[in-house]
């Protein structure tokens, strides 16, 4: 079972996608509201799990930005897929360098927003047309990107814990967990940005915006590749 969470200050997009995910067997609707911290307050009250994916309007009327709430989220634990009118490629690339796991327009049939949330619920890349439209012209951005899984991976591994903790946190099998890693390394090479050691993912991650640089004096995660 999928468990979405839907933030849009729009009750009519909340109720056309819950109807949406009502009609699938396997994804159920955890939580529809209007902000960031309604999510995170009733996460907090019911003691229930991060949904799965979050499916999260571009711009809120609560005057927050999309930075701040991507990264809430994505901390929190939920992949997130910003549910835009996607006319602002800028604001789309801020949430897609903030952790987002990908964009799906408001135009697109309802259908197709169901699918990006399975793709993303997957763990797989959510590459569509309004992903392309949003990183053209920014190579830089573009050449940064990991798939969701890889991004989980990445985070909890160079934050600093051993990678069958990473695998038993994320519920998927070391080897997985250790195929993983070996894809982050092929494509940072690929973009001229090689890290070969755990220090180096460290440094990619914190680059990437996935973790904070760390405070403390990073020999405890080199010894630990």
């Avoid at 999510?39 to 609560?62: I, K, N, Q």
């Avoid at 814990?161 to 894809?183: F, M």
Wanted: glycine share 8%; net charge negative; charged share 25%.
């Amino acid at each position: 079972m999928t468990h979405v969470a839907l933030i849009d200050d729009h009750e009519s997009v909340r109720l056309g996608l819950e109807a949406a995910c009502a009609r699938i067997g396997d994804m159920e609707v955890a939580f529809s509201g209007n902000t960031v911290t309604e999510y995170l307050d009733w996460r907090a009250l019911s003691r229930e799990a991060p949904a799965d994916v979050v499916v999260l309007d571009l711009t809120l009327g609560d005057g927050t930005t999309v930075t701040e709430n991507v990264v809430r989220l994505v901390r929190d634990g939920s992949s997130v897929i910003i549910h835009s009118v996607a006319d602002r490629p800028a604001a789309v690339r801020e949430a897609l360098a903030a952790g987002a796991a990908g964009v799906v327009s408001k135009s697109s049939p309802i259908g197709d927003v169901i699918a990006a949330v399975g793709t993303v619920a997957r763990g797989e890349p959510l590459n569509n047309v309004e992903w392309a439209s949003a990183v053209e012209g920014d190579r830089d951005f573009a050449d940064a990107q990991l798939a969701a899984r890889e991004r989980e991976v990445l985070r909890l591994y160079a934050a600093g814990l051993p990678l069958k903790a990473v695998a038993d946190r994320l519920g998927i099998a070391y080897s997985t967990a250790k195929e993983n890693i070996t894809r982050i390394r092929v494509k940072y090479v690929e973009v001229g940005r090689p890290a070969p050691t755990k220090i180096d993912l460290l440094h990619r991650a914190v680059e990437d915006g996935l973790i904070d640089e760390p405070a403390s004096d990073s020999g405890d995660i080199a010894r630990g590749r």
